[in-house]
């Protein structure tokens, strides 16, 4: 008669053995299995992730052709280039390099 009592306090949907076996399936998918949706959504995010990435390397691409083209096209801007980026100079010249507060704290912690 005590185990009838608290059978009658379970809510009848607790008690059908098919709403028990959808929730431990639906309990078993979100945590336990392999492809868990807490996984899933991890990988998503992570996809999302690397999809950003390609778009911006294929942009950065798509750019550096460009300018690798302006290089070997124009002699000009081949000079302009090595005289900005490596800070080459023609003989007989004075090269001043002007550095922004920034650049110029950055230098100093490099060294």
């Known amino acids: ?12 949907a607790f ?9 431990f399936f ?3 998918l979100v945590i336990f299995d392999s492809n868990n949706l807490i996984l899933r959504y991890k990988e998503l995010n992570r996809l999302n992730k690397l999809r950003k990435e390609k778009v911006f390397f294929t942009e950065k691409i798509a750019t550096d052709k460009k300018n690798l083209y302006e290089l ?10 090595t005289r900005e980026q490596y800070k080459m100079k023609k003989p007989n ?19």
């Open 26 to 28: 639906v309990v078993w």
């Open 15 to 23: 008690r059908n053995k098919f709403f028990l076996t959808i929730v």
């Open 93 to 111: 010249e004075d090269l001043y390099i002007v550095l922004t507060p920034a650049e110029n704290q950055q230098l100093k912690t490099e060294n």
């Open 72 to 81: 070997r096209t124009n002699s000009y801007s081949l000079e302009k280039f």
């Open 1 to 12: 008669m005590d185990m009838f009592k608290i059978s009658e306090k379970i809510p009848p």
